[in-house]
């Protein structure tokens, strides 16, 4: 990581008001892109960036943090990104983020909202659809409502919406 990039990353993460600071947070964010960028565990992290448990734990506490968000941000296809010095660690950004996906509050809407289909934890058609969800419960009601009998081709067409629109977890991938 350039002087450039480890200044616009400085800024996203500054100090916090508790606890020890880091002694080179530098080396810890460079092991965080490091690990992202392979399929390793953290236990194969390299000596010369720290103790994997270290870098692990900044890593999670920057996606609780929603501090991975303001780096997605900054690296987004927004024209008001276009300069911006994390443009060139882009991919690292996408590849932490992805990596940490399950503890970044609301990380699958907010990287669909900015359209990095690449920081998504699989393809865009495995992951739970809201609007399709809310969808059927409301065909769901309106069937309750109704009684009688029901066609088994509607009841067909319902259980398919409602086991899509929960999206296919196992398909999801962090390192991959």
Known sequence: M??????????????VTRGRPPADARR???GIFWIAASRLPWRAL??????PDTAHRALRRAAVAQRLHAMLVRVSPHPA?????LQAIAW????AFRRAFRVAPHAIA??????LASALPCAPCWLPKPHLSEAAKRIAGKLMNRGGDIPFALLEALYYLLRRSGGEPRWWRTTG
């Open 2 to 15: 350039t002087d450039a990039e480890w200044a616009a990353l400085a800024q996203i993460l500054r100090p």
């Open 110 to 115: 907010f990287a669909r909202r900015l359209g």
């Open 81 to 85: 990104m276009r300069d911006d010095p």
């Open 28 to 30: 810890i964010w460079d």
């Open 92 to 95: 690292f950004v996408v590849r």
């Open 46 to 51: 390299p000596a010369r960036f720290g103790k």
